[in-house]
């Protein structure tokens, strides 16, 4: 199996990423949350970039539409009036 690195610093494969974009994170931004992937030197944020694409991306489609992007926001709040 041939590994493709897109980040060195935290041993990211392009597998790992598209992974990720499979499960939701649209964003390099969400891509950092899921992984680390650049959070360091940052020199992979442009493959990542391209990884991603603009391609599909329902949460990305929906605040394309102004509409909220937070799932189970319904349950913090009701969290936070429990607390």
């Not at 650049?38 to 489609?61: F, K, M, N, Y």
């Not at 992007?69 to 936070?80: A, D, I, K, S, W």
Request: aromatic share 4%; net charge negative; charged share 25%.
């Amino acid at each position: 199996m041939n590994r493709v690195y897109v980040c060195s610093c935290f041993g990211v494969t392009e597998a790992q990423v598209r992974q990720h974009a499979d499960n939701g994170a649209c964003t390099p931004r969400q891509i950092a949350s899921a992984c680390k992937a650049g959070t360091d030197c940052g020199s992979c944020v442009r493959r990542i970039q391209a990884i991603l694409g603009r391609g599909a991306c329902p949460r990305r489609e929906l605040a394309d539409q102004g509409k909220p992007v937070l799932t189970g926001f319904e349950e913090l709040e009701e969290l936070e009036e429990a607390a």
